[in-house]
Every structure is written in C-alpha cells, then in structure tokens.
C-alpha cells in the first residue's frame, strides 16, 4: 500500500534572477536521496541519509533546504545547493512517515499514527494531534499556516487541525506538550484519500466588507476515482468547537473521474462510428 520512494517538486522563487527550472529530490528504499537538477537533467547529489527507506522529503518554498524522515527514525535538514547535511534530529520513539512544512518554514509536521508539530528553531515538539488510528498518508498546511490537513491510511476521514495556539505554547516551554485529540473540523470521503489539496480564497466581498473569516477551498482525491471538495472557513472551527468532532460533514461537491472519461470515451466512439457512416454512404 505504501511507495518505497518519495518524490518532491519545487521550482525556483519568482525573485530569484536565475531562469532555472529547479531541482527534483527523491528519496529510495535503500536510504538514499538523489536530487537532480531539472535544468541540465543530470544529477546534483545522491546522498546516503538514512539507514533505512526514505519514508517522505520536502523543501522549502525557496527550494534551497530539503527535509527527509526515515525508518531510522531520524528528520534531517540539508542544504541543496550543497548536497550536505545541517542537522539531524530524533522523530520519536516511531518511525515518521510523513512531513509538511509550514509556508513560512518556521515549523514542521512530522506524523507517523499521531502528529507532532515541531518548533524548526529548537527542533522541540511544541503539540502533539491525535486523531488517527493508522499511518498520516497526507498533511497540508492552509496557504496562511493557521491549518493544517490529514488523512491516514484506510481512513475516510480527513481533519482539519487549527494552530492559532500556537504562540501561547512557545511561550510555555516548561509545561508539558499538550496532545490535541478532537480536530477542528472532520470532512468523510466514501473511499480512502490519496491526495488532499488546502486552498485559501479570498472573496471579493469579504475585502470589502473587511470580513476576516478566511475560507479554504479542500479537494481530496480518493480511490473510488473521485475528487471530493469542501469549503472550510475559520468560524467553521469556532462553531464546531463546542461539539464533538465526531460528526462528519459530506462534501459540497463530487466529481466522477472515471465516469467523465467514459463519457468521453462513449462520445468518441460514437464520433467515429458517425464519420464511417458518412464515409461509407459516399
């Protein structure tokens, strides 16, 4: 069920002067990860990282720092252009899974079954979320980093996580970490998530009215060929946060991949069979 390799995409900043098309990184189930410059094709670096598979890798949005997890348990930061290693710390007493990286590289979400949201300054767990059984497949931070996603493996659900006290727990170091067990927001899929994508709107009315409820737009991508979307705003976490997060909401909207694709193929078909009709009456 699970790939034995990671890929990772980024291109370059729309600042930088270089016309570069960016790099690629990958990681293998041998515990290496090889970037290739996407620019000449060839390979930048391949770098022995983890003594185990390569369980995910990411960048940051400027595409020079890449982050991987590994079944050694270890998250280790590297530097691109370099090929070399900044530092290495411990994922927990599990191997971590999967990770994402907050838009403004300040934190990062590492998740085997549980997440942790660790502080990139001091690579301590500042929170610890709950809400799955199995193994996170998914995890995506809202475009302004005040959310995030997930969804676990054979798991219909995906939870929207809040992070607005986030602040109050760096500011508590000496407390112990508190563990989230109810997620903001539960959104249920009739199949299993393979992909989750959290997009932020801004609405031409909230700017001018000054609203500062913030809507997201969330398209999930499932096994049963279908792209699910949901629309989040942020007083959906205020409302639901006095009930359970047990109720699970239905998405607004389904599309049927494959039924799309048949009727595409149908109508194609039917085109062709036309213009031999046309072609044999001549």
């Not at 270890?74 to 530092?87: A, D, F």
């Not at 979307?229 to 998405?251: G, I, N, P």
Request: hydrophobic fraction near 35%.
């Amino acid at each position: 069920a699970y790939a034995s390799a990671s890929g990772a995409l980024i291109k370059k900043s729309k600042k930088s002067k270089d016309s570069s098309l960016g790099v690629w990184a990958l990681g293998t189930s041998k515990g290496q990860i090889i970037i290739w410059n996407l620019q000449t094709g060839e390979v930048a670096h391949r770098i022995e990282a983890h003594s185990g598979r390569v369980n995910d890798v990411v960048f940051n949005e400027q595409g020079t720092v890449l982050y991987s997890c590994g079944e050694d348990k270890l998250i280790k930061e590297w530097n691109v252009q370099t090929g070399q290693i900044i530092r290495s710390f411990s994922g927990g007493k599990h191997a971590i899974h999967k990770l994402a990286l907050s838009p403004d590289a300040s934190f990062l979400l590492a998740a085997s079954s549980q997440i942790k949201l660790i502080d990139l300054a001091t690579t301590q767990t500042m929170k610890k979320f709950m809400g799955h059984s199995t193994l996170v497949t998914n995890l995506s931070f809202s475009p302004d980093g005040s959310y995030f996603l997930s969804s676990a493996h054979q798991d219909r659900y995906i939870n929207v996580w809040c992070l607005s006290d986030v602040s109050a727990s760096l500011s508590s170091q000496n407390d112990k970490i508190k563990k989230e067990r109810n997620s903001s927001y539960t959104y249920s899929v009739d199949s299993a998530p393979l992909h989750v994508y959290f997009n932020q709107l801004a609405l031409e009315s909230d700017l001018e009215s000054k609203n500062e409820d913030q809507v997201y737009h969330i398209a999930v991508v499932t096994s049963a060929n279908q792209v699910h979307l949901f629309t989040y705003s942020s007083s959906s976490s205020s409302s639901s946060s006095s009930s359970s997060s047990s109720s699970a909401t239905k998405s607004a909207c389904i599309i049927n991949v494959q039924q799309e694709e048949e009727k595409q193929d149908t109508h194609k078909k039917a085109k062709i069979k036309n213009q031999k009709g046309m072609y044999s009456s001549t």
